[in-house]
């Protein structure tokens, strides 16, 4: 069950809620079927409730919503990419660690 902290991401709402968000932001490019995305859930729960009101924490399933997916230019997933004011700041492809992923969110507050 994921975390209600955990923002979905859309192709109808990426741009309000993630590239004109105030706050940084980490988007988790994932789908159903990835073993190693399934892996990283529990991490990405943490990470919102650890966040919560200080960076936003949100997925994006690769399935439903292709047009966020291409304009990242995701080839794989699972992958990770820390958004400043609509600029990528830090990409990661593969399971990352808790730490290394609050490492990037704190460097970014």
Not at 44 to 56: F, H, P
């Amino acid at each position: 069950m994921a975390s209600t902290a955990v923002f979905e991401f859309t192709d109808a709402n990426f741009k309000s809620e993630a590239m004109e968000s105030d706050q940084p932001v980490l988007v988790d490019f994932w789908a159903e079927w990835c073993g190693p995305c399934r892996m990283l859930t529990p991490v990405i729960d943490e990470l919102a409730e650890d966040y919560a009101g200080r960076a936003k924490v949100g997925k994006v399933d690769v399935d439903a919503n292709r047009e966020v997916a291409a304009q990242f230019s995701i080839m794989s997933i699972p992958t990770i990419v820390i958004l400043k004011k609509g600029e990528v700041v830090k990409k990661f492809v593969g399971v990352s660690s808790k730490a290394d992923l609050a490492a990037a969110i704190d460097e970014n507050i």
